[in-house]
Nanobody, 126 residues
Framework: QVQLVESGGGLVQAGGSLRLSCAAS????????LGWFRQAPGKEREFVAV????????TYAVSVKGRFTISRDNAKNTVYLQMNSLKPEDTAVYYCAAAPYRGAIMPIRTYEYDDWGQGTQVTVSS
């Protein structure tokens, strides 16, 4: 099991930036793909981004591609989500999650992830 703790959320104006962090502990961090998801009120949790174990490969949701960047530092057991050009529709609770390697295809569905953080609120005002 991997324990995950997110930080960095807050209130920002549209067009602004935030950087989320997710610190991991427990099992070997570098064995896991790390993903970010978000959930807005009344909506299902949706995929945002995922990064491979080495950090060399990433996948993004269409809605955030070009604005968000996922990265990881395996020496610090931390994954990041840099969010630029934020929009009001980005408002949600953001979760990081860990997925063990199960094959070549990057995981983008919630059931593919075994461990989750508690979430951090991001609010973008118009």
């Amino acid at each position: 099991q991997v324990q995950l703790v997110e930080s960095g959320g807050g209130l920002v104006q549209a067009g602004g930036s935030l950087r989320l962090s997710c610190a991991a502990s427990g099992r070997t961090f570098s064995n896991y793909r790390l993903g970010w998801f978000r959930q807005a009120p009344g909506k299902e949790r949706e995929f945002v981004a995922v990064i491979s174990r080495s950090g060399g490969s990433t996948t993004y949701a269409v809605s955030v591609k070009g604005r968000f960047t996922i990265s990881r530092d395996n020496a610090k057991n931390t994954v990041y989500l840099q969010m630029n050009s934020l929009k009001p529709e980005d408002t949600a609770v953001y979760y990081c999650a860990a997925a063990p390697y199960r094959g070549a295809i990057m995981p983008i569905r919630t059931y593919e992830y075994d461990d989750w953080g508690q979430g951090t609120q991001v609010t973008v005002s118009s």
